[in-house]
């Protein structure tokens, strides 16, 4: 399925106080979007910032995102890394010209924009203070407080709570730090598909020691890979894992010819020892002894991690 994304990061403004490493977030976004870890192509990338345009004007992004949601029915992400502001009337992203009096383009306003957009999924990624207010309806002007209006497919990946600020560290977001390291892989399942829940799921635990809290709020009847990193477990050694374990609580019995070091090793079942080795490190498998080697040289048995049953019935229905 074709994918399109717009990152925006703007360090300077004309009335606001400049910011640090928005720009370099978005390019660093863009180019780990683009590309999964195989070098197969993902996100086709634009990066609207400082220096790709004169000014990232209200104008200018409100043009943008029309490009962006309009006659496609793909995947879409935007990234937003900026000043951000919460006000009685809702959120608001920060464009270049901005004031206080007139602060730049609604939340509401990309949210209705992704609403209605035929995209099959789209995700929302906004690094900026107040971001949290994404998703929720303007409580003055609708008499409502915090009650977010989102369809299905659409998720909101928010930096902090609607009137939190996106702390920095060393001139840089802690937040899109965080989502950069996820993408690489810190976030991944074991067959490196790095999910929006998952990059939410650590970058949240791994802000357990700062008051900043980020946001995840999602209509999502799938969790579609964001980016693919390395796996730890192939798909075809996954597909084999009903071939070694029939049923769920199969105890497969080891032997010395198992271990290359024994005399008694045979190249079939070192194989398959090299492969019990993969699912052992993705917490696949339980030994009974205290190591693979031990189970083999003491004819022992190995059977599946509840994670190894879980994967195993993903096999079994045809959904690896």
Not at 78 to 88: A, I, V
Request: a negative charge.
């Amino acid at each position: 399925m074709p994918s399109r994304a717009l990152l925006v990061g703007i360090d300077d403004y004309e009335y606001m106080a400049a910011l640090k490493g928005c720009r370099q977030d978005a390019q660093d976004m863009a180019d780990l979007l683009e590309k999964n870890d195989d070098g197969s192509r993902n996100y086709e990338c634009k990066v609207l910032s400082n220096n790709s345009v004169p000014k990232v004007t209200r104008t200018a992004l409100r043009k943008e995102w029309l490009r962006l949601f309009s006659t496609f029915d793909g995947q879409i992400a935007f990234y937003f890394s900026g000043h951000g502001l919460f006000s009685e009337f809702g959120g608001y992203l920060m464009t270049q010209d901005a004031t206080h009096e007139d602060p730049g383009l609604a939340m509401y306003e990309l949210l209705q924009l992704a609403n209605d957009s035929n995209a099959h999924e789209v995700l929302l990624i906004l690094d900026c203070c107040n971001s949290g207010a994404a998703g929720n309806l303007p409580s003055q002007r609708f008499g409502m407080m915090n009650q977010a209006q989102i369809r299905e497919g659409v998720t909101i990946l928010a930096a902090s709570r609607p009137t939190e600020v996106a702390m920095i560290s060393k001139g840089r977001s802690i937040f899109t730090s965080l989502l950069l390291t996820a993408l690489k892989g810190a976030g991944a399942d074991i067959r490196g598909h790095v999910s929006a829940a998952s990059i939410y799921a650590f970058v949240e635990q791994s802000l357990g020691a700062f008051d900043q809290r980020p946001l995840y709020k999602s209509y999502a009847v799938r969790l579609s890979p964001v980016r693919r990193s390395k796996p730890e477990v192939e798909d075809q050694l996954l597909r084999e894992l009903v071939h070694f374990f029939p049923t769920p609580d199969f105890r497969y019995r080891l032997d010395p010819s198992y271990e290359k070091t024994s005399p008694m090793a045979t190249p079939e079942h070192v194989a398959i020892f090299d492969k019990f080795k993969i699912y052992r490190n993705a917490r696949l498998l339980r030994v009974e002894d205290e190591d693979l080697f031990f189970a083999a040289m003491n004819s022992t048995t190995v059977e599946l991690t509840v994670q190894g049953k879980a994967y195993r019935g993903f096999v079994e229905d045809r959904r690896i």
